[in-house]
């Protein structure tokens, strides 16, 4: 998309594209998924109720894993330190 974009004559990296196009659209109507890592993933429209269910999992699974790292972190925190 980044590439197509540059191609196309609007220069934007990786970061701009995050918070001019991305962040803005999940605020309205219109909403802007990407998910992945390491250049796995993508980037697509959120154009029906059954589009938004692909993105409820990746996040329902993010989320878990961020409780995790928390949990774990506030563990650490409350052990004690030497």
Known sequence: ???HLNNIGF???REQFQHQVL????EGKLYIA?????GHGGIY???TREDTQPMID???GRIV???RHLD??????DTEWP
């Open 1 to 3: 998309m980044i590439e």
């Open 11 to 13: 220069v934007i990296d």
């Open 23 to 26: 962040v803005p659209s999940r």
């Open 34 to 38: 990407s998910f992945g890592y390491f």
């Open 45 to 47: 429209l959120i154009e």
């Open 58 to 60: 990746f996040y329902e």
């Open 65 to 67: 894993s961020e409780q």
């Open 72 to 77: 774990h972190l506030i563990a650490l925190r």
